[in-house]
């Protein structure tokens, strides 16, 4: 099994910036894509950038040019670094990685627990 653990939440002002990170961990054979979504109150969980095994990025397009998604595959960890944050950035933010946990298996998808991002106006 992989488990995911988010960190780097919290509270910022409004055109502040956060470092989110996700460190993997267990039996991981191979780390596919890597991807954060949010989660505010009362609404369904929403993509916000993803990277692939290549290192390469795509953004929601309200994201592009303010959050910026990395990954260290030597520690398992993805970033998303979070720049002139708005009060609408605040949620619950979770990373997903597809990942094989075997030579022969094939890719599941885990989640992390998330991390709060509140963000004060």
């Known amino acids: 099994q992989v488990q995911l653990v988010e960190s780097g939440g919290g509270l910022v002002q409004a055109g502040g910036s956060l470092r989110l990170s996700c460190v993997a961990s267990?039996?991981?054979?191979?780390?596919?894509?890597m991807a954060w979504y949010r989660q505010a109150p009362g609404k369904q969980r929403d993509l916000v950038a993803t990277i692939n095994s290549r290192g390469t990025a795509t953004y929601t397009d309200s994201k592009k040019g303010r959050f910026n998604i990395s990954r260290d595959d030597a520690k398992n960890t993805v970033y998303l670094q979070m720049n002139r944050l708005k009060a609408e950035d605040a949620a619950v933010y979770y990373c997903?990685?597809?990942?094989?946990?075997?030579?022969?298996?094939?890719?599941?998808?885990?989640w992390g627990k998330g991390t709060l991002v509140t963000v004060s106006s």
């Open positions: 267990g039996n991981i054979f191979f780390i596919g894509d």
């Open positions: 997903s990685v597809f990942a094989r946990v075997s030579e022969v298996g094939g890719l599941a998808k885990y």
